[in-house]
Structures are given as C-alpha cells and as structure tokens.
C-alpha cells in the first residue's frame, strides 16, 4: 500500500484486494464482538468542505470502533475557510493526529495536504473521484455475487466522481464497465485514458443506456447534480432525462441484477422509488459497507504507526 489513498486510479489490484479482504475481517470481528487486533489511541483529523452524513459518521464510529478519536474540522469554521494554505495545514495536523481525512472539491487541494502530510491521507471524496465509496460498493458485490472477475458493472447518468471511481475500480477488479452519460457529461478524460488502457476487461462507453444495461449483473447510478453543482439543476435535469434506472432499463440486465446507490437519492430522477425499494437491501448494505472498508483503510494505513 502507498502511504495514501488519494483516487482509485492509484491503487494496484491487490492494494484493493487487500482492502476488501481486511473489511471482510473486521466487519466478522464486530459482528462477533470480537476486539480488533489494532495499536489503541490513533486520532484521524476529518476535513469537511461539503456536507456529509454517511462519510463522516462512518468514519468516525469507525475510528472509535479501532479504539482511536475522530476530530471533525469544517472547512467554514476552521482557518482553512479564512485563506490559511492547506500546505500548512498538512503539516500541523500531521503534528497532532495520525491520519487525515478530507472532503472537498479540487482533487488537488487533496494531492498536495497529501504531499506536505507526514501522516497518511485519505480521500473522503472530491469532485475527481470517491475512493471509499466504491471500495464499499466492491465489497458489497463481492458478499452479495460470491466473486468480482466476470461480472458486468453499468452506470446511467452523470460522469461524475462516483462514475470514476467505478472505472478504475471495477477494472482493477476484473470487471466490465458499460457507461451511459448525456453528451457533455462523460467521465473525467484521465480516467477514460486508464480504461483505454486496460486489458482483459471490456469498457464500453455509450451515449445509450440501453446498450450498456444489456446483461449488467449490476447497475449503478448517482444524482444529476452533485455538491457544488446546484445551480446547474434545472440545466442537467433536461439533460439527464432518458438517463433513469427503471423497470424497463433493468429488465434489460440480467436476471437477478443488483443495483448500487452512493446516497443519498434524488428518487423520480436518477432511479425510481419503486427499483429504489425493490434494491433497498443491497443499497443499505452498500452504506453499511462504508463503515467496514473505511475501518480497513485505517487499519492498513495506521497500523504500523
Ligand atoms: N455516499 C456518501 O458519501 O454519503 P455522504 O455524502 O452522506 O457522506
Ligand atoms: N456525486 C455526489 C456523490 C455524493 C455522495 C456528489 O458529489 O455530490
């Protein structure tokens, strides 16, 4: 594992393996009661410049769970919010806590706390890519499907982070990708650039869910206006229309076909309130997962500090 984790893009195959094998763990560890095997007293600084429910409570139960303390920094109300650098930033936390974790906007404000951090880094999501949700979306595939390699993964809508991260995750892990995205709203051009490059799993990229929901053994999608993006709803709300997973877009896929959500969800746009419901148990899951693949991320990263 590198000292961070920082986008999908950078992490190798086994580096994911390892992390969904090590949440596996440690989610049968606290079903059990068992106590994790993990130095006590770790802190891990968490870094909010947009909301969150699932992300910063995940990763502070989580990090309690570990034995260790969360410490919850809103970007607004800390001096990142009047100007200090995150450069400087980085290196006072990295004085006071064990781990960072960081939600913002540009994945380089990311990169560089990363580069002047002495402690590891982890990515709570950006505009470029979610790391952590797709990893709790792999495990969540895995425990439900038995396997990763093979299986077909399909997105519908807007070619956002989360579409990115399924990229370059589900490649890594011997899938397929199909993505359908309105003109305009294709995924990031590096990530596209990776899936060009990959061998051995296809990546198809279409302007038609049709085509890319045909034998999907999962389908996945995500709202049409991220955080930050609010003022263009009413734009992307036209654009995205045809882009909805329905009855009819699932009865393309294949039988039994899981359907996966990052939450939360905008229902009557991005997905129906019926398909919503019908996946509701893999969807909770997939939050669920959060929980044990951040868990593992920690551990990995903090656990010979
Ligand atoms: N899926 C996700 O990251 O949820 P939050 O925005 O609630 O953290
Ligand atoms: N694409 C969404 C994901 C939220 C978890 C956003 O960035 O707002």
Excluded at 80 to 105: H, N, Q, W
Excluded at 173 to 180: F, R
Aim: glycine share 8%.
């Amino acid at each position: 594992m590198n000292k961070d984790v920082l986008k999908l893009l950078d992490l190798s195959s086994d580096d994911i393996i390892l992390i969904l094998d090590t949440a596996d763990r440690l989610k049968a560890e606290r079903k059990s009661g068992k106590k994790h095997d993990f130095p006590p007293g770790k802190t891990l600084a968490m870094i909010f410049a947009k909301n969150s429910t699932r992300t910063r409570v995940s990763f502070e139960a989580g990090i309690s769970q570990l034995g260790g303390h969360g410490i919850f920094l809103a970007s607004s109300d800390s001096q990142l919010g009047r100007g200090e650098p995150i450069k400087d930033t980085a290196r006072v936390l990295s004085r006071y806590c064990d781990c960072i974790m960081i939600r913002t906007f540009d994945q380089e404000e990311v990169e560089e706390l990363a580069k002047y951090s002495s402690v590891p880094v982890i990515n709570g999501l950006t505009d470029f890519e979610h790391p952590c949700q797709v990893l709790a979306d792999l495990m969540t595939i895995r425990e439900h499907r038995g396997r990763l390699g093979g299986l077909k993964a399909c997105f519908i809508g807007d070619g956002n982070n989360v579409a990115n991260s399924i990229i370059a995750g589900c490649l890594k892990c011997g899938m397929d990708v199909s993505m359908a995205c309105p003109d305009g709203y294709w995924p990031d051009q590096m990530t596209l650039d990776f899936a060009k490059g990959v061998t051995g799993s296809k990546f198809v990229m279409t302007y038609q869910p049709e085509i890319a929901a045909a034998g999907a053994d999962v389908v996945f999608t995500d709202v049409w206006a991220s955080m930050g993006q609010e003022v263009e709803s009413e734009k992307r709300q036209k654009a995205f229309q045809g882009y909805q997973v329905n009855d009819s877009l699932l009865a393309l896929a294949n039988p039994g076909c899981m359907v996966q959500h990052c939450l939360p969800a905008h229902r009557g746009e991005e997905i129906t309130e019926k398909v919503f419901e019908e996946h509701a148990g893999e969807i909770f899951d997939e939050a669920e997962n959060r929980l044990h693949v951040q868990k593992a991320i920690m551990y990995l990263l903090m656990k010979n500090s």
